[in-house]
């Protein structure tokens, strides 16, 4: 595609507008990688459910557990090589990414108000192809969901605690 870096500097708005967008959100190839993990383990799983907050990635509801699969870059994973800030437009991106990691946040603690369990996969563990990420989706099987009751606080919030 790019015979060096600087053909990469010199591309038009239009251009870099649609190699942004190529970038793809679902189905990329560390969720299918996870995907093909809990699958052998021998987990069933809903895609991208749009009724929880956040969409999640993949959603085990006999666990009542979410898992998120980040790019390190897109989430910002902390000491992370894959991390890094681009060199040109820094405002634009330091806003964009810290927005996506307030987003984050924000989406994974109203999944923890509603009872889920949330695990987030980087990137690099799955290039690294970690024993450790491994080991946390056999943790899984350990978090049978036994009963659910639905709690009304004194401020009228709704919330659904776990009886485990």
């Known amino acids: 595609m790019f015979k060096n870096i600087y053909q990469l500097c010199i591309m038009t708005s239009e251009a870099r507008s649609r190699n942004m967008a190529a970038i793809k959100s679902k189905n990329t190839k560390p969720e299918i990688e996870v ?3 809990l699958h052998a383990l021998g987990y069933r799983f809903r895609l991208h459910r749009k009724d929880l907050p956040g969409k999640p990635d993949i959603v085990l509801p006999k666990y009542r557990t979410v898992i998120f699969v980040n790019g390190c870059f897109w989430h910002q994973h902390e ?12 405002d634009f991106w330091k806003n964009k990414l810290e927005g996506n990691k307030l987003r984050d946040k924000l989406k994974q603690s109203q999944l923890k108000d509603l009872g ?7 990137e690099c563990e799955i290039k690294n192809e970690s024993d450790n990420l491994s080991l946390r989706l056999k943790e899984i099987s350990n978090w049978k969901l036994k009963k659910i009751y639905l709690v ?13």
């Open 152 to 164: 009304v606080d004194p401020a009228n919030i709704v919330r659904y605690v776990l009886k485990i």
């Open 116 to 122: 889920w369990k949330i695990i987030n996969v980087w």
């Open 35 to 37: 995907r093909k993990m």
């Open 79 to 90: 000491n992370c090589k894959y991390a890094s800030l681009p060199k040109t437009k820094i």
